[in-house]
């Protein structure tokens, strides 16, 4: 090796230093990619250089950042095509190129030049991957100091794109992390606040008593319940079931049990405030969406419960004598999908010392590692066995729902709403 080259390797292996020691203080991406840039151009005395990273939805090399005279016109998107010109050739085939005539070279793409106005002579273009993973193409254009790049240049640039190809790859893993952190703190927040719209203290009186069990699959849900008064001795109660889960269900839920709190009012049916509630939730919820509901009217001392029904299961009865029913119903669709829907009015004579439990589909559609769902034979078993107590009764049957389940993880929310009357 001549003085010269010896020279050369000195800085070049400084430029390295630089490098590195970027590698662990930059922590913003784009930031990262500028200095990756600077730092190529002026260690290999480069007039232009630029970055190519794969687009995961095409395949395709698009071109992210460019230095140099012409990387103001470079600055709109360019997509490379999988094999196109040189730096498409380095990424098919994972090799290195020193090009020392651009225009001599048959795998040259001219067309970044004629839309640039800059005129490339000589190319050093490396791959970056870490492993099996692709991450994209380094190149450096037009030696400032000599006519074109040579053997030593190659060298000490592959040497660069490894610590190159390391830097991304670290900073796309700090990335995901960062992602992964907000998106956990964003989760709390909306489960926060969908929680909120949900009844802090269920009432109770000396005629009536509820208690409810609320479980998403997930940290957020589409189930939900609410019980209210809006007249003295008379209560409203809703159950209901967002189609779908997730942020989504979430949403319309939230907007849903806001609606609803608007539109009902003293001594209105729950026909009446169904229909209501379905032809806002018709005009204003996202296509393909619905609500699975039952809104009902307690009057605690006639022992009678009205209620109306939007696609939803019909309650269990439980009584004192350890009796267990499922009344048939006059049910109408879920809410949403039909305007001017008209819904029917069912209505319970509630013995003293008997209770109605309302649900979600979670609790009889929970799967266990056979696929098999929790009968309804089960559950009535359960309700029989479990006494009056409504505290006891929803207890026995979230612990029958998870024994039933086993170590599968909850397929649908879950939701009971349990109401007795002495």
């Known amino acids: 090796m001549t003085i010269d080259e ?43 250089s630029s970055l190519f990273l794969i687009d995961e939805s095409t395949g395709d090399l698009e071109l992210v950042i460019a230095r140099g005279p012409a990387e103001d016109a470079l600055s709109h998107p360019i997509k490379i095509p999988r094999g196109k010109g040189i730096a498409g050739w380095v990424r098919e085939n994972r090799r290195s190129v020193l090009v020392t005539d651009a225009y001599q070279d048959a795998r040259f793409y001219p067309e970044l030049d004629r839309s640039s106005g800059f005129v490339t002579r000589s190319i050093v273009c490396i791959p970056l991957f870490q492993q099996d993973t692709e991450i994209g193409v380094l190149q450096v254009l037009n030696p400032s100091d000599k006519p074109h790049f040579d053997r030593l240049d190659l060298e000490a640039f592959e040497a660069y794109g490894n610590l190159v190809a390391t830097a991304i790859a670290k900073m796309r893993a700090i990335e995901r992390e960062r992602e992964r952190k907000q998106l956990e703190k964003d989760l709390t927040l909306a489960t926060e606040i969908q929680h909120s719209f949900l009844p802090d203290v269920l009432p109770s009186t000396e005629l009536l008593t509820v208690a409810s069990h609320y479980r998403p699959a997930r940290n957020i849900a589409g189930d939900f319940y609410d019980v209210f008064e809006r007249n003295d001795g008379e209560f409203y109660f809703v159950i209901g079931d967002v189609s779908g889960k997730g942020v989504s269900a979430a949403l319309l839920m939230a907007q849903a049990i806001s609606m609803l709190r608007l539109i009902v009012h003293r001594g209105m049916s729950p026909v009446d405030a169904l229909a209501k509630w379905n032809n806002r939730l018709y005009d204003r919820t996202i296509h393909g969406m619905f609500i699975t509901a039952v809104l009902g009217r307690i009057f605690p001392e006639r022992h009678l419960i009205e209620f109306a029904v939007a696609g939803h299961s019909p309650p269990w009865l439980r009584f004192e004598d350890g009796r267990v029913e499922e009344p048939p119903i006059l049910a109408a669709p879920p809410l949403g999908i039909i305007r001017d829907q008209i819904y029917e009015l069912n209505q319970i004579q509630l013995l003293p010392r008997s209770l109605a439990i309302f649900y979600t589909d979670g609790l009889i559609e929970s799967f266990n590692a056979d696929r098999k769902p929790l009968s309804s034979d089960r559950v009535k078993k359960v309700l029989a066995e479990s006494g009056t107590d409504l505290t006891t009764v929803v207890a026995a049957l979230i612990e029958a729902e998870a024994e039933h389940r086993g170590e599968v993880a909850p397929h649908d929310d879950m939701t009971v709403l349990a109401i007795g009357l002495k």
């Open 6 to 48: 010896l020279d050369r390797s000195v800085k070049i292996y400084r430029g390295l230093v630089e490098v590195s020691a970027l590698i662990n203080s930059i922590r913003d991406f784009n930031e990262l990619l500028s200095a990756i840039l600077d730092v190529a151009g002026r260690v290999m005395h480069a007039e232009a």
